[in-house]
T-cell receptor, first 117, second 115 residues
Framework: AQKVTQAQTEISVVEKEDVTLDCVYE???????LFWYKQPPSGELVFLIR??????QNEISGRYSWNFQKSTSSFNFTITASQVVDSAVYFC??????????????FGDGTTLTVKP | ETGVTQTPRHLVMGMTNKKSLKCEQH?????MYWYKQSAKKPLELMFV???????ENNSVPSRFSPECPNSSHLFLHLHTLQPEDSALYLC??????????????FGPGTRLTVT
């Protein structure tokens, strides 16, 4: 069985601060995929990143960066110089390798990020 | 461009009504999903369809009945719902290709209120 834990339910920061959202996962598979999604107040989840279990390189996309560490089963997400528009609920998700569960993702409970001006 | 559309966006129904939610994806994907999002359980997978075949039913009560006539359309038929079924219902789609699973693309959701 797979499980995703986002221990931070809510985070509040002031604009321009850096913030890290934690994600810890559990799986028995050696091949799996990790995702982050953003859900702004409008409600529609937006895909941010997909990472497979064999690629432990960190990734940076503008103000966003992701740190994947298999040794600690974590896939953390950092926003640098946060902005008010970053306010949203962020979900981490895990999918195991294709098979009977192809396409099925397990989502964490989400972290609500509020960035104050 | 709106890849995944859902109608209606808001729905209020009584417990004895029958209604349907519609989802359409314009992305050429072969997998489609229904999720329920409520305050108590942020994102619950309900059903998965792959090439029009149901591959996952996450112990969903029979008052929710999905239908997938083709890879682009997904319906959720509702009947004799309970107030606790009030939630945001999200539809999503994803490619089914070698090298997956791939990310899901979500619609804006239908906000359902059961009175």
């Amino acid at each position: 069985a797979q499980k995703v834990t986002q221990a931070q339910t809510e985070i509040s920061v002031v604009e321009k601060e850096d913030v890290t959202l934690d994600c810890v996962y559990e799986t028995r598979d050696t091949t799996y995929y990790l995702f982050w999604y953003k859900q702004p107040p409008s409600g529609e989840l937006v895909f941010l990143i997909r990472r497979n279990s064999f690629d432990e390189q960190n990734e940076i996309s503008g103000r966003y960066s992701w740190n994947f560490q298999k040794s600690t089963s974590s896939f953390n997400f950092t926003i640098t110089a946060s902005q008010v528009v970053d306010s949203a609920v962020y979900f981490c998700a895990l999918s195991e390798a294709p098979g009977t569960n192809a396409g099925k993702s397990t989502f964490g409970d989400g972290t609500t990020l509020t960035v104050k001006p | 461009e709106t890849g995944v559309t859902q109608t209606p966006r808001h729905l209020v129904m009584g417990m004895t009504n029958k209604k349907s939610l519609k989802c359409e994806q314009h992305l050429g994907h072969n997998a489609m999903y229904w999720y329920k999002q409520s305050a108590k359980k942020p994102l619950e997978l309900m059903f998965v369809y792959n090439f029009k075949e149901q591959t996952e039913n996450n112990s969903v009560p029979s008052r929710f009945s999905p239908e997938c006539p083709n890879s682009s359309h997904l319906f959720l038929h509702l009947h004799t719902l309970q107030p606790e079924d009030s939630a945001l219902y999200l539809c999503a789609s994803s490619p089914t290709l070698a090298g997956g699973p791939y990310e899901q693309y979500f619609g804006p959701g239908t906000r359902l209120t059961v009175t």
